[in-house]
């Protein structure tokens, strides 16, 4: 019997078209979309995925290849996946197989001569291999006495032993998938059994919102906006519970830098062995088990950061996107998706609820609230109705004319709230978006700055022990974009005479600045420089938390999220970082930063108060966040954004053409841009540019971009697929494609 039917695979390449195999008559009716296999693909043997099915032999130079052998028994892409990767793939420009590969666990990406394992793992009434095997009888061609290893490949030669599987050993023995390794070290969970407090009527009224389309399995998405420590948290945990009680799963979306152990615990606490956890910290083989536990059913609720959005939910009932406002969500490379947006159509697609919550929601969802797009839920009011912190403004314009050369990083009014917290036995959180010590290296005489060889980005001073250690005792200089290194020049490069000198705040600085005028004080730092090792970053919060610590000085990493009942003053010591990027959310991400950080103080029966420092204290950002008045900076930040006709009100798509020759990059940008402008007004686009990208050079590429403005997705995709049958991008020349972009740098 032979088979009119050829395997269409997609691989993880930018080549936006299927590969077609024949499948050999030994495969047929095993093979499904959604499947791994493993294919020859130019000169590699190599993992694809099934996408599809044709009975139209292609016309290849080369012939037909065959598809060698299965890598899943059952897909790894769930329908609904799979019809998630379609829409991505549509609507981010990117091709299917960026799309699916994105959605797979690592450990399933790669390894085309990867096994099957036997396992009983997940079954109703496992029995052993040896047991299974013995009933099945010989296979020829296959030694048994070898299986029981536990690893089978699914080709051709094995598919007997499959089918024998799959119809006599139901419930016993499983083939899983290659990188479902048995053997890893699972996490016990604990919990399941805490009195639960009484919802506040707030929390009532969302909740009972949101059970309404549970209940009736449809799809809506919700926007709760509750200011911090309203108790959102409550709210998500009590719609996960209604979503188990109805036998089906749920995926809760944290920001990477918010998912600490303290935050999966809530959930553990509540959920116990139902939980399972993806982040990036954990193993590839940690990961693959949880994966698994979720696909099999025995996970119920998926907590993880972005990716935890490609869960293997078999009966997706909710996806909440928590702090729904971070552009973290927002993946950087192709395929560039936000995790929000995509989560909102896996609900649709599922017939599922979407709950988004934030104390300070992006502008795109507010306007979808008001839109009716999304239904607007509010919780005003903090737990117990305790008050929202009382903001101070201390301008730092005066402070510095009134104290002259001594420049400070404490103004006088913070580091007295700061003694009165220590002597009171409070804790206090100093907050400064910026890593390292000092920001700007430059020559005192021409004022020429150092830059990062590499990029077009000045280069920040390190203090920590690991730069000493290469810099022979002395600081060293690092480009946080590419992380190159070197030392402090002696004199300047431009004008080769001007003494260098360091300006500039960063955290490495303030917390030296602490350690000198509270020396019995117990202090730490988070950022990024103190978090690189595993765990870490969980242990600071936690000395933090059991008052081990008295002052934590940190980036945005202690802005987000955590809950410190402790902590009853927050000093902002420098609220402008941010406010002059040349992006149009620069407002926006300095006001929701702003927000939360303030939020993190007064949580428990003590009150907070907040000191702000800053040399605008009549910027409308600051403003706003100091009167907690959010409804205000909507008004205002809407009506600007409609007048310069940004998003909310249109759809952006970014081209980045960058190469090593400026040239190049120049060129290729130039040639697009003319034929974009060509066809623009036929698809409703505006084209603005090419202009030199904000960061012009970056890690030794020349950067030029263009902008395209429209009032819907398609408008832009077609534009694009328009110039890309016209055009192909030069040798040498990358481009990428952002759709909804979340950095105008
Ligand atoms: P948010 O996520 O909105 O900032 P959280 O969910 O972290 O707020 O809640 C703040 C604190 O209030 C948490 O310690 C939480 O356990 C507690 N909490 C939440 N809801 C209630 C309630 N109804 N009664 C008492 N305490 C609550
Ligand atoms: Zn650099």
């Known amino acids: 019997m032979s088979s009119n039917l050829f395997a269409e695979i997609v691989f993880p390449v930018p080549l936006r078209k299927v590969f077609s ?26 993992v694809g995925i099934v996408a599809g099915f044709t009975s139209q032999a292609p016309n290849y130079s080369r ?31 990117c091709s299917l197989g960026e799309a699916y590969f994105a959605m797979l666990p690592t450990g399933y990406r790669k390894n085309p001569r990867a096994f099957l394992y036997l396992t009983s793992q997940g079954l109703d009434h496992p029995q052993s291999v040896e047991e299974v095997l013995a009933k099945l009888g010989p296979f020829r061609g296959i030694n048994v006495e070898r299986l029981k ?52 009527a707030q929390q009532e009224m969302a909740l009972k919102a949101v059970l309404d389309p549970l209940n009736l399995s449809t799809f809506q998405t919700f926007l709760l906006h509750g200011v911090t420590g309203s108790g959102k948290t409550e709210v998500y945990l009590r719609a996960i519970s209604e979503v188990l009680v109805k036998g089906k799963q749920a995926i809760v979306l944290i920001p990477e830098i918010a998912l600490t152990p303290q935050t999966v615990e809530r959930f553990t606490g509540r959920f116990g062995d139902r939980v399972a956890v993806l982040h990036s910290r954990l193993s590839t083989g940690q990961r693959t088990y949880e994966w698994q536990r979720i696909a099999l059913g025995q996970a119920k609720v998926a907590v993880g950061a972005r990716s935890a959005l490609f869960a293997p939910t078999r009966n997706l009932g909710l996806i909440v996107v928590d702090e729904e406002h971070e552009s973290s969500y927002k993946q950087e490379d192709s395929p560039r998706y936000h995790a929000r947006d995509a989560a909102i159509k896996r609900a649709q697609i599922n017939k599922a609820v979407a709950l988004l919550g934030s104390a300070t929601p992006s502008l795109e969802s507010v306007q979808n609230a008001r839109s009716g797009k999304y239904t607007f839920l509010s919780m005003p009011e903090r737990v117990n109705r305790r008050p929202l912190p009382r903001i101070k403004v201390v301008d730092l314009k005066r402070e510095w004319q009134v104290r002259g050369e001594d420049r400070p990083v404490l103004t006088l009014a913070l580091e007295e709230a700061i003694r009165e917290t220590l002597d009171k036995e409070g804790q206090a959180l100093l907050f400064l978006n910026r890593r390292g010590f000092s920001t700007l290296t430059l020559c005192m005489k021409c004022g020429d700055q150092v830059h990062c060889p590499h990029c077009s980005i000045p280069v920040t001073l390190h203090r920590n022990p690991s730069m000493r250690s290469a810099y ?22 431009a004008c080769k005479d001007g003494p260098i000198q360091q300006v500039g705040l960063g955290t490495e600085k303030v917390e030296e600045e602490l350690k000198a005028k509270f020396p019995k004080a117990r202090i730490a730092r988070m950022d990024l420089d103190t978090t690189r090792k595993a765990g870490s970053h969980g242990e600071i919060l936690d000395r933090f938390r059991r008052r081990q610590t008295d002052l934590l000085v940190g980036t945005q990493m202690i802005a987000k999220g955590h809950d410190f009942p402790g902590v009853t003053l927050v000093g902002i010591v420098g609220a402008d970082v941010g406010l002059a990027l040349p992006d149009f959310r620069a407002s926006e991400r300095v006001f929701q930063l702003l927000v939360q950080v303030a939020g993190r103080a007064g949580r428990a029966e003590k009150e907070g108060t907040i000191y702000l420092q800053t040399f605008h204290p009549e910027h409308a950002s600051i403003v706003s966040a100091v009167r907690h008045d959010t409804q205000g900076f909507w008004e205002r930040e809407l009506e600007l954004r409609k007048d310069l006709e940004y998003p909310p009100f249109c759809k952006l798509g970014l081209l980045i053409y960058r190469a090593k020759d400026e040239k190049k990059a120049h060129e290729a940008a130039e040639k697009a841009g003319e034929i974009l402008r060509k066809d623009a007004g036929k698809y409703g686009v505006r084209v603005v540019g090419p202009a030199p990208a904000g960061i012009f050079k970056l890690r030794g590429h020349y950067r030029f971009q263009v902008l395209l403005k429209a009032a819907k997705p398609q408008a832009i995709r077609q534009l694009l697929q328009s110039l890309d049958s016209r055009l192909e991008t030069p040798a040498g020349v990358f481009r990428a494609v952002d759709l909804d972009p979340q950095t105008m740098l």
Not at 28 to 44: D, K, N, P, Q
Not at 70 to 86: A, H, R, V
């Open 149 to 200: 290893g536990g690893k089978v490949p699914l080709t051709a030669r094995t598919r007997p032993l499959a089918e024998a599987l799959k119809q006599e050993s139901l419930g016993a023995l499983r083939l899983a998938g290659a990188s479902d390794n048995p053997q890893v070290k699972k996490t016990a969970r604990p919990g399941g059994e805490v009195a639960l407090p009484l919802l506040h």
């Open 63 to 93: 012939g037909i290849k065959p598809l060698d052998s299965l890598l899943d028994t059952e897909p790894s892409l769930t329908p609904d996946l799979l019809e998630l990767g379609k829409w991505m793939a549509d609507y981010y420009y």
């Open 21 to 46: 195999y024949r499948i050999p008559e030994a495969l047929e009716g095993l093979v499904s979309t959604g499947m791994r296999c493993s294919v020859s693909f130019g000169r590699r043997q190599t």
């Open 472 to 493: 022979s005792g002395q600081a060293g200089l690092l480009c946080h974009y590419c992380n190159w290194t070197g030392p402090i020049p002696e004199k300047c490069a």
